[in-house]
């Protein structure tokens, strides 16, 4: 199985950065190449697919609305996935999950098999 551990969310002024951090753990993880993703919920909307990248780095997919302001990267020797966002805006506000595939990579939402449980974001006006 895999157990993912979101962390780093909180509140910020509209303009503000957040660094968002994904903790990877157990043997499904361990013994597959799985891709990574992060995507967000806001209450009364489907879940979005913000960002996307292959374990090893490299090949990366963002979403238009975020494009720009968003970056996801990988460190793995500390089996961890990030999501850097930067200039937040109001409408950025939503619970962002940690995700994985056992796809090496996707830019699909449904194709994310493995869910952690959440961080909350919110970006004040």
């Known amino acids: 199985q895999v157990q993912l551990a979101e962390s780093g969310g909180g509140l910020v002024q509209a303009g503000g950065s957040l660094r968002l951090s994904c903790a990877a753990s157990g043997r499904t993880f361990r013994n597959t190449a799985m891709g990574l993703g992060w995507l967000r919920q806001a209450p009364g909307k489907e879940r979005e697919l913000v960002a996307a990248i292959r374990w090893s780095g490299g090949t990366t997919y963002y979403a238009d609305s975020v494009k720009t302001r968003f970056t996801i990267s990988t460190d793995n020797a500390k089996n961890t996935v990030y999501l850097q966002m930067n200039s937040l805006k109001p409408e950025d506000t939503a619970v962002y999950y940690c995700?994985?595939?056992?796809?090496?990579?996707?830019?699909?939402?449904?194709?994310?098999?493995?869910w952690g449980q959440g961080t909350q974001v919110t970006v004040s006006s």
């Open positions: 995700a994985a595939t056992k796809r090496p990579f996707s830019s699909n939402a449904v194709e994310y098999e493995y």
